[in-house]
C-alpha cells in the first residue's frame, strides 16, 4: 500500500470511530403523545418511566354472544407476550387473565382500562390502564399509567366462530409498545 492509500484509510478509520463514538450515552429518544387520540392520553403530572416491546400471542376463543341466542363470536381470553426494551433485551411479560405487566425483577401489577381507541382494521386498538399498586418492590413499583400503542396485529381470528367450533380456542400473534408511566 501506498502511504496516500495508508493516511486516506486512517481518515476514514477515525471519522468512523468518531461517528460511532457520538452515539454512545445519548439518551433515547422521548416518548411523545402528540398523535395519539385524546382518549387515551395519559392525564398531565405524569411522565414516562420505561418504554417497553411487547411480542407474543393473543388468545381468543369461540363463545356464544351474550344476550343473542344463536349467534357467537370471537371473545379475548388473554395475551402471552415478551416485554422488551428498545435495545432487544427482555425486561419483563405481560400475560393474563388477569392482564399482568411483570418485570425480570419480579416486581408486577394490573390495572383497569380506562379507555381505548381504533387502529385500523388490522391491529388491536390503542389502550390506557390505570395501574393498581404493584405487588413486590422494583420497576413497576409506582407506575400509575400504561399505554398500548404502536399496535401491530392481534386481532380476533378471521376463521369461523359458530355453534360447532365453540370453545375452540385460536392464538394470533401481535405486537405494541407498552409506555410504563409514574407520577412527577
Known amino acids: 500500500?501506498?502511504?496516500?492509500?495508508?493516511?486516506?484509510?486512517?481518515?476514514?478509520?477515525?471519522?468512523?470511530?468518531l461517528a460511532a463514538c457520538s452515539?454512545?450515552?445519548?439518551?433515547?429518544?422521548m416518548y411523545s403523545q402528540a398523535s395519539l387520540p385524546d382518549t387515551v392520553k395519559v392525564p398531565a403530572g405524569n411522565a414516562v418511566a420505561m418504554q417497553t416491546v411487547g411480542a407474543g400471542d393473543i388468545t381468543y376463543e369461540c363463545r356464544a354472544k351474550a344476550g343473542m341466542p344463536g349467534q357467537f363470536e370471537w371473545v379475548f381470553v388473554g395475551p402471552d407476550a415478551k416485554l422488551m426494551d428498545r435495545?432487544?433485551?427482555?425486561?419483563?411479560?405481560?400475560?393474563?387473565?388477569?392482564?399482568?405487566?411483570?418485570?425480570?425483577?419480579?416486581?408486577?401489577?394490573?390495572?383497569?382500562?380506562?379507555?381505548?381507541?381504533?387502529?385500523?382494521?388490522?391491529?388491536?386498538?390503542?389502550?390506557?390502564?390505570?395501574?393498581?399498586?404493584?405487588?413486590?418492590?422494583?420497576?413497576?413499583?409506582?407506575?400509575?399509567?400504561?399505554?398500548?400503542?404502536a399496535t401491530q396485529g392481534g386481532v380476533a381470528p378471521m376463521a369461523p366462530c359458530a355453534a360447532a367450533s365453540m370453545g375452540q380456542k385460536q392464538v394470533v400473534k401481535y405486537?405494541?409498545?407498552?409506555?410504563?408511566?409514574?407520577?412527577?
Request: zero cysteines; aromatic letters at 10%; hydrophobic letters at 45%.
Open 87 to 149: 435495545a432487544g433485551k427482555q425486561v419483563g411479560k405481560y400475560y393474563g387473565p388477569p392482564a399482568t405487566w411483570e418485570s425480570m425483577d419480579g416486581s408486577k401489577l394490573t390495572a383497569t382500562q380506562v379507555a381505548v381507541a381504533p387502529n385500523g382494521m388490522a391491529n388491536i386498538p390503542y389502550q390506557l390502564v390505570k395501574a393498581n399498586p404493584a405487588m413486590g418492590s422494583g420497576a413497576m413499583q409506582g407506575v400509575t399509567y400504561i399505554q398500548r400503542v
Open 23 to 29: 452515539g454512545m450515552g445519548a439518551k433515547p429518544m
Open 1 to 17: 500500500m501506498t502511504f496516500r492509500t495508508l493516511t486516506s484509510l486512517a481518515a476514514v478509520a477515525a471519522v468512523a470511530s
Open 175 to 184: 405486537q405494541a409498545d407498552y409506555i410504563f408511566y409514574k407520577a412527577m
